[in-house]
């Protein structure tokens, strides 16, 4: 456990959600851009809530705990944390068999008694909220991260992410964990199951990641609300096609498979439409040699993976044409597949 | 290229489609049951046609060729063969980046004249017709590879498939892949696109394999035409979690990620209420040790995986005992997949 009042660093990088073909599944975390943060546990004094936030940045995101989203994530870790005897956690996860556990190295001791004791969490966003490269995510990893850190790491890797998508529900309504799992695991992760809750590490080949944010608003919610409750089972067939084609070729590292497989039928189609310019955008980028790709989770930011970091670049021009002829501000990010998902700095 | 009369013996194994997520993608081959085939090229008699089948089973399959699946699949090769310069097409072939191709080694005066030269084909059918264990598939793709053969091999796999999915036309109506492509790759394999045809073997650890045909009558065109046109989302993004983990555990090597993937929340409840006793069989099958399974292909034959040698001989005593309590006539198979597809005897 870490003294109270002793700052921790901790870097939350960005993720793409979906991967185009994987819909609420697959993911993955990118080197740039990323979040700052800095954590430490606190002393309260009388009446004092259990988490401060300190925005550093000029965001203006809510403070309060409950509002914020990594104040929602750290609420979840601290109410599973004084809810169950964490020795017994401790006992319980060393006898599984989940190799991803961290067991605690707490003593009954070390327990933090959360009514004497809480979280200051200074947040710099580097990651645009709302920018579709999961920028809540960013917030909520990082500050569960920081915290089982503070605590010793008493939680797992699938706690971890459990507690952030309370983060996620408080951004977006809906708790999914498609940036949450590859921002907490890094590399590209596969949500097989929600309920009960399975991640699975993907292993990957070299990958480089170009990224255009236009400055345009897509709120995740309404991203959410226009798509369609039901698909046509021909569309579904085409779509797992890919899915299993996509896995298969990351896993045996085949470009061309991971580029003919990164085609999705089902979403792109409606959620395009918010985005100005997409399919000019793909024509062009495609065209300039990249494997494919499409809108990073609910968007407006669009990504293209390439197989090597001078397509990756004439990608990003590519990108930087359309959005110039548009008269649209944007951002461009040329990077690679964050493979440490949060770090701490030590 | 094999001389005019002298015989080939062919063996085309069983292969179980869909996989249980993998509804029209996935497949595997098995090592029992399988068809017995011979093959040889003759000279045509005038007016003689150029493809005779010979039934050597009690099956009364259609002898002609256009209403036989065998004999549908030759058609459709012999149609490609004479319609292209063999020459050009070997040369086009070697071209290409496609390292599944068999290059022809045929040279122009080895090309055949199908008007005067034809294919004898006996059928000796050891997968019963109507099983759900791909019969028809093993018919036309058996044929196929042994036509190939005789001819010096000049069509590569993908081209194989392609002629035999004409057979799966005749048998069901609609020109699938799923049990076509394991039945001539061997293995399990993905069927990621039907048009253009894309097919990737898939590396999968020892599997022992556990099926059960109860003797009733489940049409593939049936089966087909019970299932709904649209699915929900929701259960369609549950669908490609699993098809995402079992591509994942087979290539992994995890059978508990395999175990935990074989569910199908689409296909199976609705195909489920065909075939009698299924949902008993199911929790008797898991509770016995299997990883998991569900319909074979189409049903009605019954499949389930297991690790151990020992677990897939109990799940066949769980089988028999839920359809001799039934009352149902049914054989069962105890089996390991087949890696090699489709075999020439040489």
């Known amino acids: ?75 979840a870790m601290i109410e599973e944390y004084t ?16 190799t991803s556990t961290t067991s605690s190295s707490l003593t009954e001791n070390e327990l933090v008694d959360f009514s004497k004791i809480g979280f200051e969490v200074k947040i710099n966003k580097r990651i645009k909220p709302g920018s579709g490269v999961g920028s809540s995510a960013a ?39 498609d940036n949450i799992a590859p921002c907490i695991h890094g590399g590209v992760t596969l949500v097989r199951s929600i309920f009960p809750l399975e991640v699975i590490a993907l292993p990957s080949p070299t990958l480089f990641v170009t990224i255009v944010h236009p400055q345009i608003e897509v709120r995740t919610a309404d991203a959410r609300s226009i798509l369609k409750q ?21 896993m045996k590292g085949d470009y061309d498979l991971i580029g003919r497989s990164l085609e999705d039928v089902i979403i792109e189609p409606v959620r395009s439409i918010l985005i100005p310019g997409f399919d000019d955008l793909k024509k062009a980028c495609k065209a300039a040699g990249a494997l494919g790709g499409g809108i990073s989770g609910s968007g407006p930011s669009i990504f293209f993976l390439s197989k090597e970091k001078e397509t990756a ?34």
């Open 83 to 98: 809810a169950n005897s964490i020795i017994e956690k401790s006992l319980a996860l060393d006898s599984t068999e989940n």
């Open 313 to 346: 670049l004439a990608v990003e021009q590519e990108m930087k044409k359309i959005y110039e002829g548009l008269g649209l501000a944007h951002h461009t990010y040329v990077t690679t597949i964050n493979q440490e998902g949060v770090t701490i700095e030590k």
């Open 230 to 250: 039901n698909v046509q089972l021909k569309d579904a067939i085409k779509q797992w096609g890919n899915i299993a084609g996509l896995v298969a070729g990351l």
């Open 1 to 75: 456990m870490v003294p109270v009042n002793q700052w921790i660093k901790i870097k939350a990088p960005a993720t793409v959600a979906n991967m185009v073909c994987g819909f609420d599944i697959l993911g993955f975390a990118v080197n740039n851009p990323y979040d700052e943060m800095e954590m430490r546990l606190v002393h309260l004094a009388a009446g004092q809530a259990s988490i401060t936030i300190i925005n550093m940045d000029d965001y203006n995101l809510p403070t309060d705990p409950e509002k914020n989203v990594a104040g929602a994530a750290l609420l």
């Open 139 to 177: 917030s909520s990893a990082g500050a569960v991260v920081g915290a089982n850190y503070l605590l010793g790491n008493p939680f797992s890797k699938d706690d971890l992410v459990r507690f952030a998508m309370n983060g996620e529900k408080v951004a977006s309504g809906v708790k999914h964990a």
